[in-house]
């Protein structure tokens, strides 16, 4: 209760500041908005089915390209993980590719695929799976060399033996992975779709900067906040935690 | 007892000579859930069910040197027979196992069964691993369904053969738990269930009861011995407890300290079902673990550089 309470009484104060800085009018409202400014703007957005839209939008892109980053990740980091040639070479290359912040991949993409759905895909794509990959990689490793063991003394081979023993057995490992290469997609959608008109979250963003409607930005923001909130911090934590409830990992509740 | 200190390997060394006997005691049998008429173990036939053939087995250590765990190995296990082999740690016993299961190859030498070279794992012969290995996604029945959905059994086939193994292990009422849930004696028992289930030709067993509680194994003796009557299996059971190993087998092969070579066979003929404090068994494991004395001693020479 008291944890609630101190964050209740957090939250009460920096919207009490805010709306206090706002009152001053120090700066004019389309640099500096209301907090019922912005509560206007979202409930507005919804209203008019924008801000549906725009998540609908932004919601099919995310599904579409995390789906095929965890397919490819998946092929890819169990290449890498149990083929010693392939983690040297595919390997370190994989690392050093995760030091390049996934936006960079705009340019190419739209060279390439021009300024389409395409061009936002493949940097979805790239900005998570690279941390897929890493983490089936990591995953296969760590995974205990028992379970695949048993699963070929019990008769599984070839595909059976990955999808029936290997694939769950690294789950465990792998989830946080996932879990992060869903953050890293999440904020590689919100950056390519602010570069042109795409009708996702993250052109919505940029159609409040170009309107001057500040209150707009905002609520747009703060609604990028929630979802990713409630997918990593509900839905993933949900999985984990059931997971670690049926491998017995988890301290009794 | 007829042996002596000085016989060579190929001799085998018997104990008691009771085979007739076995069935006329048989009414001593105490497991609770036993039938009532005790089926008895198949008369172990000699056509051979797994033979090794100058099996060798070396491996690059981290080093770089090269290792020699197992050294030429010729042995022959019989068509049902219970087969124990014990030494000390490190003598290449368990990777032997491993060997027969077809999940590692020999450097040289092969493995047949019946007449069939070994080249991989194979459902004819399953290894109970000493960390058994029982899959933490799934429930204790899908555990047990596992080997037979790779084989392509019908669902409702499936199903049955469930219930049964489970019951055959006393685990009916745990068919939707998960491992985690279950006692040490419990999972050992699951991961027999899923073993059996497979309906193997051959089980391979590496130190099941090495973990367990004095009671628990007692009641697992118990009850391996059961099944063994029951399914008629061969199994080759690996242990460092020579009066496990007496207790248990039809035989038992002594390994020696790496690498790991036959030092000495042992017939066991006592009178089954066996207890593991009886006096003969006691006798038995004390002429064993004398033999075994000596190979303990060069594994902690070589390991801690002492004689004890």
Same mark, same amino acid.
Request: net charge positive; with cysteine.
């Given at each position: 209760? +008291?944890?609630?309470?101190? #964050? ?15 009152? @001053? +009018? !120090? ?10 400014? /912005? ?7 919804? *209203? ?31 290449? /890498?993980?149990?083929? +010693? ?12 590719? #995760? ?23 493949? /940097? ?11 983490? &089936?990689?990591?995953?296969? *490793?760590? &995974? ?22 290997? @694939? ?25 779709? &602010? ?7 993250? #052109? ?11 209150? #707009? ?12 909130? !409630? ?14 409830? +049926?491998?017995? @990992?988890?301290?009794?509740? | =007892? %007829? ?29 609770? $859930? ?27 250590? %981290? ?5 020699? $765990? ?77 080997? =037979?959905? =790779?084989?392509?059994?019908?669902? $409702? ?28 004696? =419990? ?7 899923? $073993? ?113």
């Amino acid at each position: 209760m +008291k944890h609630v309470a101190r #964050q209740v009484i957090f939250y009460a104060a920096l919207i009490g500041i805010w709306a206090l800085l706002a009152k @001053l +009018k !120090i700066w004019p409202p389309y640099i500096f908005p209301t907090p019922w400014g /912005v509560v206007d703007a979202l409930l507005a957005g919804f *209203k008019d089915h924008s801000f549906w839209i725009a998540i609908g939008v932004s919601m099919k892109r995310m599904m579409l390209g995390y789906g095929i980053s965890v397919a490819l990740g998946m092929v890819l980091g169990l290449g /890498v993980g149990s083929n +010693k040639f392939l983690e040297e070479t595919v390997g370190g290359l994989l690392v050093s590719l #995760q030091s390049l912040p996934s936006i960079c991949w705009l340019p190419l993409a739209v060279l390439w695929f021009g300024l389409t759905e395409k061009a936002i895909l493949f /940097v979805v794509v790239m900005g998570s799976l690279l941390s897929v990959t890493i983490a &089936m990689e990591d995953g296969r *490793k760590h &995974m205990p060399k028992i379970y695949g063991m048993a699963g070929r003394n019990l008769g599984a081979r070839g595909f059976a033996l990955f999808w029936h023993v290997l @694939l769950p057995a690294s789950l465990p490992y792998i989830i946080s992975g996932l879990k992060q290469g869903w953050a890293f997609a999440w904020r590689s959608l919100i950056s390519g779709e &602010m570069i042109f008109v795409s009708l996702g979250l993250g #052109q919505l963003l940029m159609m409040g900067r170009d309107l001057n409607d500040m209150s #707009q930005v905002i609520a747009v923001m703060i609604l990028i906040i929630a979802i990713g909130y !409630i997918v990593d911090g509900l839905v993933f934590k949900s999985v984990e935690r059931r997971l670690r409830n +049926k491998w017995g @990992l988890a301290p009794a509740t | =007892m %007829t042996p002596n200190a000085h016989n060579t390997a190929s001799e085998p060394v018997f104990f008691g000579d009771h085979r007739s006997t076995a069935r006329a005691s048989a009414t001593r049998w105490k497991t609770g $859930a036993a039938p009532s008429v005790l089926p008895l173990p198949q008369p172990v036939s000699d056509v051979p069910k797994v033979s090794l053939h100058g099996i060798s087995l070396s491996y690059k250590t %981290t080093n770089g040197s090269r290792l020699l $765990a197992i050294d030429n190995i010729d042995l022959k296990v019989r068509t049902g027979e219970f087969l124990c082999i014990v030494g000390p740690s490190g003598c290449g016993k368990s990777t032997l196992l491993h060997l027969i299961a077809g999940l590692h190859k020999p450097t040289s030498g092969h493995v047949l069964v019946d007449d069939n070279v070994v080249e991989g794992t194979g459902t004819d012969r399953i290894l109970i691993f000493q960390e058994l290995g029982l899959f933490p996604w799934l429930k204790v029945g899908e555990n047990v369904e596992f080997g =037979m959905k =790779m084989k392509g059994l019908s669902k $409702a086939e499936r199903e049955e053969k469930i219930r049964y193994y489970l019951r055959l292990v006393h685990l009916s009422q745990f068919k939707d738990s998960y491992a985690h849930q279950l006692s040490g004696g =419990m999972r050992q028992r699951v991961a027999l269930a899923r $073993a059996l289930a497979t309906e193997p030709d051959v089980l391979l067993m590496d130190e099941p009861f090495a973990a367990l509680d004095a009671q628990t194994r007692d009641l697992l003796h118990d009850e391996l011995e059961r099944i063994w009557a029951e399914t008629g299996r061969t199994i080759v059971f690996v242990t460092h407890n020579v009066r496990e190993a007496v207790r248990l087998g039809d035989r038992v092969v002594l390994f020696t300290f790496r690498p790991g070579r036959v030092k000495r066979e042992f017939q066991v003929d006592l009178p089954r079902p066996r207890q593991l404090e009886e006096v003969d068994v006691a006798r038995a494991a004390r002429e064993i673990l004398e033999h075994l004395r000596e190979e303990i001693n060069k594994s902690l020479e070589v390991e801690y550089g002492v004689w004890p």
